[in-house]
């Protein structure tokens, strides 16, 4: 077995564990397939965490204890070598949902009493058959609204349950073509290149179209939403969101991979921007901010045709002092 089927095993594993234990097992499944240092980097309000026991106690616990009978519902599953380190490291991502009945308060989120999905990806970084390195993003501010305490003013783009690959073959669990994993990072890097730092000298929708089908979908956060076509998410998201900032740093990636048609990446931060009025309704600051970025992508010949994206918003705006998370907590 290759190294990047041994990883899948490992994290398959693990999740299978995960599911099915109660909160008194949480700990040694964590000890069963993490590593004691594992380093464990989370959206606001967990930040980064380091051990089985502070990333059990503080993340999969009160989650486990808040929503009964969770399950790790994936539609995007695979694993390569990191571009980034120069395939010194594997990594294997997860994308799905976490779905579980809401009963009970997690982070001063209402309960609803009734199934909730929390939209999720992980990126785990597989070493000697445990996990050593784990980013993991939740929309939280979509279960916020799910539950009534929406943080956010009207999105650009859709607000709506994303769903899984069109073509329904996201989850890699068999070795794939070694070709189409090189062409999908190349595209992913075109991109990167194109789009990296908003200066090609191109009008928006030209630039989009170098690396993008024109009825691409694009899956955003919760405060962003959702946009389908290259015209619609020039207008609902990228647009308005590059009018929004100013002094746009690099991007800077911890992982970046491709197995078959997908791949993604993600950053700690991704870059830093400064707003200058507009982003989802909010004033300027003048403060420039961190944007914890994950995104996955689709490959369709020689394109991309769907990007899944997972953005800390809440960590953002915590940093221009606005803390939408305290805000709206439920504390009865």
């Not at 594992?38 to 606001?44: A, D, F, K, L």
């Not at 089985?52 to 009160?62: G, N, S």
């Not at 949902?97 to 597989?126: E, M, N, Q, S």
């Not at 992508?297 to 002092?321: C, S, T």
Request: proline share 6%; glycine share 10%; aromatic share 10%.
């Amino acid at each position: 077995m290759n190294a990047l089927q041994t990883a899948k095993k490992v994290v398959r594993q693990f999740h299978s564990e995960l599911e099915s234990a109660d909160s008194n097992q949480i700990s040694d499944v964590l000890s069963a397939h993490v590593s004691q240092n594992c380093i464990w980097r989370g959206v606001h309000p967990f930040g980064e965490l380091e051990g089985v026991q502070p990333i059990a106690e503080t993340f999969w616990m009160p989650l486990k204890a808040a929503m009964p009978h969770l399950k790790i519902r994936d539609v995007v599953f695979f694993a390569g070598a990191n571009e980034i380190d120069h395939g010194g490291t594997v990594w294997v991502v997860s994308m799905g949902h976490l779905v579980g009945l809401f009963d009970a308060h997690w982070l001063g989120i209402r309960p609803t009493r009734k199934t909730a999905l929390v939209r999720y990806c992980a990126f785990h970084r597989v070493e000697q058959g445990s996990i050593a390195e784990s980013v993991m993003h939740v929309d939280i501010p979509d279960l916020m609204a799910q539950s009534g305490q929406n943080p956010f003013p009207p999105q650009t783009g859709a607000a709506l349950n994303q769903p899984g690959p069109a073509t329904q073959d996201g989850l890699l669990f068999s070795p794939q073509p070694e070709a189409e994993s090189t062409a999908t990072l190349a595209v992913i890097n075109s991109m990167i290149r194109n789009l990296g730092r908003w200066q090609s000298g191109l009008p928006l929708r030209e630039e989009l179209a170098l690396d993008w089908h024109d009825d691409m979908a694009w899956w955003g956060p919760a405060g962003i939403g959702s946009a389908f076509t290259i015209d619609r998410y020039a207008r609902q998201h990228a647009g308005p969101f590059r009018a929004s900032f100013a002094n746009r740093s690099e991007t800077r990636h911890i992982a970046r991979l491709a197995e078959g048609h997908y791949g993604g990446f993600f950053g700690w931060p991704n870059f830093t921007a400064e707003p200058v009025g507009g982003f989802m309704g909010m004033p300027a600051t003048g403060k420039p901010g961190e944007f914890r970025v994950i995104d996955i992508y689709r490959r369709a010949g020689e394109k991309l045709a769907e990007n899944w994206v997972f953005i800390d918003l809440l960590h953002f705006w915590k940093q221009q002092g606005v803390d939408f998370l305290a805000r709206h907590a439920d504390l009865d």
